[in-house]
């Protein structure tokens, strides 16, 4: 029997990010992907041009309609815009049984479009958070949570621990916390590093850096396999270095599409 996954994020028309690629991921690693929009954009290759949400109320709506019929081993959270959006999948979540639950915290485009309301993230560390078992910020969003600008490995390794930390607060034990805090090229232009911190384990993902300049839809990518991986029954360690190399591929075989920066193409992935 396939096993169902969810994803919970925005639309990007132009297909590279948000659920379009999701879904790609998903598919490409044999699961059956479900989805619930939480925002329309208007965007293409060149960037974001605007955004407009979905009520609250509708994506609750959608994500329990789903709960009430499919039993979903996975959840990957994107874009989520809104507080309104936040709370209303919390308490969505609350239905969620014993489903993996993986957080892409989208602030920003790659143009710097805001993605996710200022007033918005207090909502998403009390309500969300506490909910979420693995999440996957960037080197711009990990300093949004830990209110420090992260300028080293050492800085990121900090990040991803206070981050951790917080988390096991929340959620009262250290049983399913995560953090996948993507490092970049932070401090070699030649290397990609990323921290993985686990049952308080610091984890250091180091990998050859792609120099290609159609990257769309990588933060995307990244979480969505980490999720798929771990409804295929990969611990979350094995989970996430099967996720970067995943990325990895995707991003060599990132192609040029429109005027702007083309996707990643997880298609390359794809098992005969």
């Known amino acids: ?27 490409c ?18 960037g974001v041009e605007d955004v407009y949400p979905i009520p609250g109320d509708l994506v609750k709506r959608q994500v329990i309609a789903v709960f009430e019929d499919i039993r979903l081993k996975g959840i990957k959270i994107g874009m989520l815009a809104t507080k309104d959006n936040v709370t209303h999948l919390a308490k969505a979540l609350f239905h969620k049984d014993d489903a993996w639950v993986v957080a892409d ?16 993230w207090r ?14 910020p960037n080197i711009h ?47 070699d232009r030649q290397q990609s590093t990323d921290v993985f911190c686990y049952e308080g384990r610091l984890i250091v993902l ?22 798929a991986y771990l409804v295929l029954g990969k611990g979350p360690e094995a989970a996430a270095r099967y996720a970067k190399e995943f990325v990895r591929r995707a991003i060599v075989a990132g192609f040029p599409l429109g005027k702007g ?12």
Do not use: W
């Not at 925005?10 to 999701?22: E, L, M, V």
């Not at 044999?30 to 060149?46: F, S």
């Open 1 to 27: 029997m396939r096993q169902a996954i969810m994803t919970v994020a925005g639309s990007d028309p132009s297909g590279g990010a948000g659920i379009q690629q999701d879904i790609r991921v998903f598919t």
């Open 206 to 227: 180091r990998g050859k850096r792609i120099h290609n300049i159609h990257s769309h839809g990588t933060g995307c990518t990244l979480s969505s396999a980490l999720c």
């Open 261 to 272: 920066i083309g996707p990643v193409d997880p298609l390359v992935c794809l098992k005969f």
């Open 123 to 136: 909502a998403y560390e009390e309500e969300l958070l506490p909910l979420i078992d693995i999440i996957t």
């Open 105 to 120: 915290p989208v602030m920003r485009s790659k143009n710097n479009v805001v993605l996710l309301e200022k007033e918005a």
């Open 141 to 187: 969003e990990a300093s949004v949570m830990v209110s420090m600008e992260l300028k080293s490995l050492t800085d990121i390794k900090m990040a991803a621990k206070t981050i951790y930390e917080k988390m096991v607060r929340l959620h009262g034990s250290k049983d399913r916390c995560g953090v996948y805090l993507k490092g970049g090229h932070i401090e």
């Open 29 to 46: 690693l044999g699961l059956h992907a479900c989805a619930a929009v939480t925002a329309i954009t208007v965007q293409n290759t060149k």
